[in-house]
């Protein structure tokens, strides 16, 4: 990437790189959206009613099969209550806690790391009873909202490092599949052996930049798409007794939830690097307004759906940008480096080409590829005249009045 800002304090920047941070693609089966498309599946499938009784017997099987594999494979099935949601910021940071030694090894192939079963309140169909004029009764069947089971199946798999995917239990069946960009590098250097160094989720070095590069370039839909095959025919079948099936006509189809694109400047100096982002805090809020947010997103219309909040990600104070969905956000990200970082939630918004089918991932890249290279831009007029390691050292020291 080379801006203005890059080339501008290049004297102070040992290195960046742009990747995927984090990509949520989920999966639907075609047409059943509306009730009739369930009605039809179910009679396709080859029952003669549309009952209740008939839909808790395919999540039965899905329930039932799923548990064979866990205890074939010895995985852990994991119960996300109360208890756990007041201990744990999340789900993730339940498995990387329980299961650090695992996702902390080098692997050469596929580990299923543990599933973790929780509920959730989510769009699906039920069945009622309906008294015709003449006196009958038929089934109803309508469109609402219920507790439904959900699995996340957390994998460390051999291409695309930690991810997970989720199945919900009952129909329309919605799946969901997450990866992040910077698993799959350290994925890709742990397989070709190349040293790297790690902070969370940044590379602060990287033995061999070239490869780096050219993974993120080289990056396909198709690498993430395969692998989410492979997990799928392995987890998402129906119990039949001695084996489990899947009907063709439950294929699922992928699209983009949500797509993070970072870029990172890993700068010579921590100290540097605190010092400046101190300025940036200081300076930058006026980024947030509309017309300068539709210059930066690269829309065609001016957009006025905006907003600008100052918090904290972690420890570290973060700038983060809306508009009409989709963000930016700026921060030093572990203390050493300035991340920036485009959010893309809606594909839609006036101006932008990009497509939801998964097929399109490696578009969104280059899209947030060049938000972040505009939002970069905008920071090179930050003075740094007067920034040294004095000035930063100066105001670590502790005063009393």
Not at 57 to 72: F, V
Request: proline share 2%.
């Amino acid at each position: 990437m080379t801006n203005k800002f890059t080339t501008d304090f290049s004297q102070h920047i040992d290195f960046q790189y742009t990747s995927f941070d984090r990509i949520i693609l989920r999966g639907y089966v075609p047409s059943l959206f509306v009730e009739g498309s369930v009605i039809k599946l179910l009679r396709n499938l080859g029952f003669k009613d549309h009952s209740n009784g008939v839909m808790k017997l395919l999540t039965d099987q899905l329930n039932a099969h799923i548990k064979k594999i866990a205890d074939k494979k010895e995985v852990k099935i994991h119960w996300w209550g109360v208890a756990e949601k007041q201990i744990y910021h999340s789900k993730l940071d339940f498995v990387k806690e329980q299961y650090a030694q695992i996702l902390d090894s080098e692997h050469t192939d596929s580990k299923i790391v543990c599933i973790i079963k929780a509920t959730e309140n989510v769009r699906t169909f039920a069945n009622k009873d309906v008294s015709t004029k003449t006196g009958g009764k038929h089934s109803q069947m309508y469109s609402c909202n219920k507790i439904v089971s959900q699995y996340y199946i957390y994998i460390q798999d051999v291409t695309l490092g930690l991810c997970y995917l989720k199945i919900s239990s009952y129909l329309p069946f919605a799946c969901e599949f997450y990866m992040n960009g910077h698993n799959y590098l350290r994925q890709q250097f742990d397989l070709q052996h190349e040293t790297y160094t790690m902070k969370d989720n940044s590379f602060t070095k990287v033995g061999n930049l070239e490869l780096l590069e050219k993974l993120v370039k080289n990056f396909q839909p198709s690498i993430a798409l395969n692998r989410i095959d492979y997990w799928m025919s392995m987890f998402f079948r129906f119990d039949k007794g001695e084996k489990s099936t899947c009907s063709k006509l439950l294929s699922h189809k992928w699209f983009t939830g949500q797509t993070e694109v970072a870029t990172n400047i890993i700068f010579k100096s921590p100290k540097f690097a605190h010092t400046f982002f101190q300025r940036v805090l200081n300076k930058h809020h006026t980024i947030g307004l509309p017309d300068r947010l539709t210059e930066i997103f690269g829309l065609k219309k001016t957009a006025t759906n905006s907003k600008t909040t100052q918090n904290k990600y972690d420890v570290q104070a973060c700038i983060k940008h809306w508009l009409e969905g989709n963000s930016i956000k700026s921060y030093n990200k572990s203390g050493c480096l300035l991340r920036i970082e485009t959010t893309i939630n809606k594909p839609g918004l006036p101006g932008l080409t990009l497509k939801k089918p998964a097929c399109n991932l490696q578009a969104y890249y280059w899209y947030g590829f060049d938000c972040n290279s505009r939002y970069l831009s905008t920071l090179a007029d930050v003075d740094i005249s007067s920034l040294s390691s004095e000035v930063f050292d100066k105001y670590q020291q502790p005063f009393i009045t």
